[in-house]
């Protein structure tokens, strides 16, 4: 059976709108505004600018565009536009919740509903690994960029990263299984099974997950594509090696387990140990090649 991947894409991120914030432990404070500021300073080699019109693509619920907002005097005015009204609105919504201003609308990568020349930056955050035509997103990117407009495109699975991660995923589920099945204790109770709804439309909406997450990315093969749509410069930077692994198992974990298991203090752990390996991880990288960590983390100029 043939599959629609825009409209997949449409669906199940509608329906992810709605808990997206809370399953990815997604924050808006000034903590997340520097974290994100930093991730793009790494891929700048430099100070993050003033930056008068900026676009998010792929904006989900908001969070790389309006935590680089929340930063004082960084950007002007906030455009963001993703595939699915369910995100265009949760990310209003928030905007709202923070006193931002950002002018959202539903509008495809590919087929970007804005003028050419219209923006100085353009950025996105985990949506370039669900678009079927890279040649072409990055050629309407190219398009709506002002000469000499910069793109950065972070949280893109690297093919070493994927392996790492998929190997974290079946080893944790496994584990957690056998140890449930074992009587184990998590939190101070009986480790105990989330019990899905099984009704056809969640069925549905889950089995669309795998088919929405379209790519892993060779970086090198990237640049190429960028270039020959019209690009001056395209490299890449990579982040995340040891906190993506840990993270993948805390996050099978949490998503295996009722939350009575998942106690205040489990969360606090798990998301203090994945911030000190990602120091870790940043004090490894210049060691290491960078295509071996988990995110893709691109630069383009027109
Ligand atoms: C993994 S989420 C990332 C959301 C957000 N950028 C973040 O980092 O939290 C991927 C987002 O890309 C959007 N998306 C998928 N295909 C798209 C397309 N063709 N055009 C625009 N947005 C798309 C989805 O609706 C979803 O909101």
Redesign the pocket.
């Known amino acids: 059976m043939e599959i629609d991947l825009?409209k997949a894409?449409?669906i199940f991120?509608d329906c992810e709108s709605r808990v997206?914030d809370s399953k990815?432990g997604?924050l808006y404070d000034s903590e997340n505004a520097t974290r994100v500021k930093q991730k793009f300073e790494k891929l700048l080699g430099g100070p993050f600018p003033h930056v008068q019109k900026l676009l998010?693509?792929?904006?989900?619920?908001g969070?790389?565009g309006l935590n680089l907002c929340l930063n004082d005097g960084l950007i002007d005015e906030f455009y963001a536009?993703?595939?699915?009204q369910g995100?265009v609105d949760a990310c209003v919504k928030n905007a709202k919740e923070l006193g931002l201003n950002v002018c959202a609308k539903r509008?495809?990568?590919?087929n970007l509903d804005y003028p050419d020349s219209e923006f100085d930056m353009v950025i996105?955050?985990?949506?370039l690994h669900?678009?079927p035509d890279i040649k072409k997103a990055l050629s309407e990117i190219y398009r709506v960029l002002i000469p000499g407009g910069i793109c950065m495109l972070a949280?893109e699975p690297t093919k070493a990263g994927d392996i790492l991660g998929r190997f974290a995923r079946s080893l944790t589920e496994k584990f957690v299984r056998l140890y449930i099945s074992m009587g184990g204790y998590f939190g101070g109770v009986p480790a105990q099974l989330k019990v899905h709804e099984a009704n056809e439309e969640t069925q549905r909406i889950k089995q669309l997950e795998s088919v929405?997450d379209i790519h892993t990315f060779n970086p090198s093969e990237v640049c190429r594509i960028a270039k020959s749509v019209g690009f001056r410069v395209a490299r890449f930077e990579g982040e995340e090696l040891i906190s993506s692994f840990v993270g993948w198992i805390t996050r099978t974990i949490e998503n295996l387990l009722v939350e009575e298991n998942l106690t205040f203090r489990w969360r606090y752990w798990s998301y203090n140990t994945y911030l000190k390996l990602s120091r870790l991880d940043e004090k490894l990288y210049p060691y290491l090649p960078s295509s071996w960590f988990y995110n893709m983390l691109l630069y383009l100029e027109k």
């Not at 998010?56 to 619920?61: D, N, P, S």
């Not at 509008?107 to 590919?110: A, D, F, G, I, Y």
């Not at 996105?124 to 949506?127: K, S």
């Open positions: 825009r894409n449409e991120h997206y990815w997604i998010e693509v792929g904006c989900g619920t969070y790389v536009c993703d595939i699915s995100m509008s495809e990568l590919e996105g955050h985990a949506i669900h678009i949280g929405v």
